[in-house]
């Protein structure tokens, strides 16, 4: 009898559904997303009127509106949904480009000094946000800053959610924001 491999996708958005649900009710609906953004504005000490805050509340809820979308309109998703609106969301780019959008946003919270990069105490935060204690995600840091400057660039961020949405590879650097997963 062989074991079957669970295709590599589905490991990285199994691991995204679990730490989505915020509640643990099994399902995610936008509360979970709202959570997500108080938990990056109270990290990050943003308020909620910065702008930084509403382009992240608005990447969430324009990502929300795509899972939706793709999952023909239930006001919450099971794993098995949202993990076919998010294979859905993520090519279809004809009305918002989810993956690099969301990024962006994320990524403009994250960088707290406005240098355009993001350090390790800035990354051990959005690990905090995630509630991610896996003891080797924050050597994903390490793994993200492809250039070995000691910081992560914007460019080497938006690739690494790129390889998490796309590349099969679970240990391709952006496969690793949760730890090692598959294994």
């Not at 559904?17 to 915020?22: P, R």
């Not at 390889?163 to 690793?176: C, K, R, T, V």
């Amino acid at each position: 009898m062989t074991t079957a491999i669970a295709d590599p996708i589905t490991v990285k958005l199994n691991a995204l559904f679990s730490v989505t649900d915020t509640d643990t009710d099994g399902y995610v609906d936008w509360a979970d997303y709202q959570r997500i953004v108080d938990r990056y504005l109270t990290a990050y000490k943003i308020d909620r009127n910065d702008r930084r805050a509403r382009s992240l509340t608005t990447a969430h809820q324009m990502y929300w509106m795509e899972l939706l979308r793709h999952a023909n309109g239930p006001d919450q998703l099971n794993r098995e949904q949202y993990q076919h609106a998010n294979r859905a969301a993520s090519v279809d780019t004809s009305r918002f480009n989810m993956v690099e959008g969301l990024a962006h946003a994320i990524f403009d919270v994250m960088d707290t000094d406005d240098d355009n990069t993001i350090s390790r105490s800035e990354f051990k935060r959005f690990l905090d946000v995630w509630g991610i204690d896996a003891p080797d995600a924050m050597d994903t840091f390490a793994r993200l800053d492809t250039d070995g400057d000691g910081v992560i660039s914007r460019h080497e961020y938006i690739r690494a959610i790129r390889e998490f949405f796309y590349s099969p590879d679970l240990d391709a650097p952006g496969s690793l924001f949760f730890g090692r997963l598959g294994r």
